[in-house]
């Protein structure tokens, strides 16, 4: 049974209000707490065990009887909508169930809606998410990640949802150790709150990032706390109010004894000023550095050697600071399938202020895994926090490609002394061979990459500036512990500002998130949209459409085939789908087919996009004797909601001449 927009949003409410008028949070957090009290040390309260406890108790059936719906209206629609053949399905959709682990402490975050988001004032009402923009709000906090669902973007959205936090001591020696109130103190790691607005197009944007040091729970009655928290927006207008998130912080099981205002401010306060000393005496050494590498070449003024980049809020970050070893668990099984999957995140450079402007901002690499797209600088950090996550010696390199354009790649240096040079735009990549410029005779190869200059390389430990003779890539040697070559800065200082205690100048690198797309369901969806919008074009040219499914099966084998050149760099299995189609193909007749590749799964999209192409129109709109028709579709499944799709539309027709 489904129902209509606007009565399932009815139905939603009405019983989101009747859960706040019993006081649903407080009674099911009494029934939690006696059921925890009740169960030995070293027993888990489970999902079932805590059903149990509220059937047991009634509390659910006093719930469903209080509760009167008047579905009478939205029945009567549905039978007036249903055709003959239509049977009623009734979904039911079950919640993932985790145990709580008696042994641990908890923070459970509560969204209580959003207020004053100007910017939606004039949306109208009753519009569906699929006409209308939505606002998602993503989590992250000591490598847990959640993500609320979307919801319409209003002036007052409404965001209404709980996460629970885990807040544990991951230290050896500490697995059944609850954390006491100076552990609790101790740990400086923010809540990450980022919102991204999504267009009906499916386009995303991020609009806003925030950091909440949720400690004030500590010192709050009972444990619990009410926050208002105002959103500010991102890039230029880092410093504008987006609206105001309600939220309400609340610690289980509570403390046996809070903790005093002033002693959880004192903390927070000295935090900040040994933060704000590091990095003070960080810009101090960096400014001597820098006069020290201008002081081997005056040339040196002009090189892009870049120490700092602001980030989303505004905020100047050593670049050292945006690389993490990262990895990927089973999400991501080798260093070129994590080369494929970077490339696959959408590259946009941030507008500026101005016609043709640009401004350029590097991203938290969780605000850029939400947005799933961002500029090079954006990929290459990422790309670099993967490959060390693989054991391999990464950096990020910053210089200039083509006509002098800046821009940002990853290299890495082999145990023999190969370097490679990978771009995380595209996932390809090229080994380096230097040109001695002293040796004019010995025949050298032009350069395969196409990155101009170079003026420093970078990864999580180290900075280095290249004080070479010239900056051109193809004469530059990349040996990084030759220091005639390479200008290398402090360890010591790097490590002030960007290790593992430097929390508040260095956010931690996120957990990547397993893919939510089903790439059977999606491949067979958008296959099936696509011979629809097809037959509809040729039947307004006037032309009549006849499938070939046995061809169309046979473009499968080029599509795993493509993507896989495309993930390893080698090329295999073209052979066997070339032998299958002349087999396919009868004697006199002639095939032709056009593959494409798209970052989504949009049929629309993507049969707009191969109109344009003329080579894909000859096919499409293919007239003639005997014509059969084919097209494929074949979703590669990511992490991060990232896909590769590739589509291949194909013909066979009989040839007169």
């Known amino acids: 049974m489904s129902l209509p927009e606007g009565k399932a949003s009815d139905l939603k409410r009405i019983i989101r209000d009747h859960l706040v008028k019993v006081n649903i949070h407080d009674k099911i957090r009494d029934v939690l707490g006696e059921s925890r009290a009740g169960l030995d040390s070293q027993r888990q309260l489970s999902g079932e065990d805590f059903m149990g406890a509220l059937q047991q108790r009634g509390l659910v059936d006093d719930i469903m009887k209080d509760l009167t719906l008047n579905v009478d209206n939205v029945r009567d629609t549905e039978n007036l909508e249903k055709t003959p053949n239509q049977s009623e399905h009734i979904g039911v959709i079950q919640a993932e169930r985790s145990s709580i682990n008696p042994k641990r402490r908890y923070l459970y975050l509560q969204i209580l809606g959003g207020k004053a988001f100007l910017e939606h004032l004039q949306v109208p009402n009753r519009i569906s998410a699929e006409t209308c923009s939505t606002l998602t709000l993503c989590i992250n906090f000591r490598n847990q990640r959640f993500r609320s669902k979307p919801v319409l973007c209003e002036c007052e959205p409404e965001l209404q949802e709980g996460f629970f936090l885990e807040v544990h001591q991951n230290l050896t020696g500490n697995e059944n150790k609850m954390a006491d109130c100076s552990t609790l103190l101790s740990m400086c790691d923010p809540i990450h709150m980022v919102l991204i607005k999504t267009a009906p197009s499916g386009d995303t944007v991020l609009t806003s990032s925030h950091f909440l040091d949720w400690r004030s729970v500590l010192s709050a009655p009972g444990g619990k706390t009410g926050i208002a928290i105002e959103l500010l927006g991102v890039g230029r207008d880092c410093k504008a109010p987006v609206g105001v998130l309600n939220v309400k912080l609340e610690l289980y099981p509570p403390l046996p004894d809070r903790l005093s205002t002033d002693v959880v401010t004192t903390q927070q306060s000295l935090e900040r000023q040994k933060t704000a000393e590091k990095d003070r005496l960080f810009l101090v050494y960096a400014k001597q550095w820098w006069r020290e590498f201008l002081g081997i070449r005056p040339s040196h003024q002009n090189r892009l050697v870049k120490i700092f980049a602001q980030d989303e809020n505004g905020m100047n970050r050593p670049v050292c600071s945006y690389v993490r070893v990262l990895r990927g668990g089973r999400l991501l099984e080798s260093p070129r399938q994590a080369a494929r999957f970077v490339s696959l995140l959408a590259h946009e450079r941030v507008p500026g202020v101005g016609s043709g402007s640009y401004h350029e901002q590097w991203s938290t690499a969780m605000a850029f895994l939400c947005r799933n797209k961002g500029d090079c600088e954006d990929h290459a950090t990422l790309l670099c926090s993967l490959l060390l996550g693989f ?163 046979l473009l499968s084998a080029a599509l795993v085939a493509y993507d896989l050149e495309r993930c390893t760099g080698v090329s295999c299995g073209n052979e066997e789908f070339q032998d299958a189609v002349r087999r396919a193909v009868p004697d006199g007749h002639t095939f032709k087919g056009f593959p494409i590749q798209f970052l989504h799964h949009s049929a629309n999209r993507a049969f707009a996009t191969c109109l344009r192409s003329h080579f894909c129109e000859e096919i499409i709109g293919c007239r003639g004797d005997h014509v059969r028709l084919a097209v494929r579709v074949r979703v590669f499944a990511y992490p991060e909601s990232a896909c590769a799709t590739w589509v291949m539309f194909a013909c066979q027709y009989h040839c007169i001449l």
């Open 391 to 553: 054991g391999l010696d990464a950096y990020v390199c910053v210089g200039t490609k083509g006509k002098h354009t800046p821009h940002v790649w990853v290299m890495t240096c082999g145990t023999d002394g190969t370097v490679t040079f990978w771009e995380s735009l595209t996932a390809e990549r090229y080994l380096h061979w230097p040109i001695d410029p002293d040796d004019p005779l010995t025949p050298q190869s032009k350069p395969s990459h196409p990155y101009q200059t170079v003026g420093c390389a970078f990864n999580h430990r180290a900075f280095l500036a290249n004080c070479q003779p010239t900056d051109l890539v193809r004469f530059c040697a990349f040996d990084l512990q030759d220091e005639s070559r390479w200008k290398a800065m402090s360890p010591e200082a790097l490590g002030s500002v960007c290790g593992p205690g430097a929390t508040a100048s260095a956010p931690p690198a996120p957990l990547l998130c397993a893919p939510s797309l089903d790439p059977i369901q999606a491949s067979n969806h958008m296959e099936l949209q696509l011979r629809h919008l097809l037959a509809e074009h040729r039947k307004d040219l006037g032309l009549a459409t006849v499938w070939d499914d046995n061809l169309s099966y």
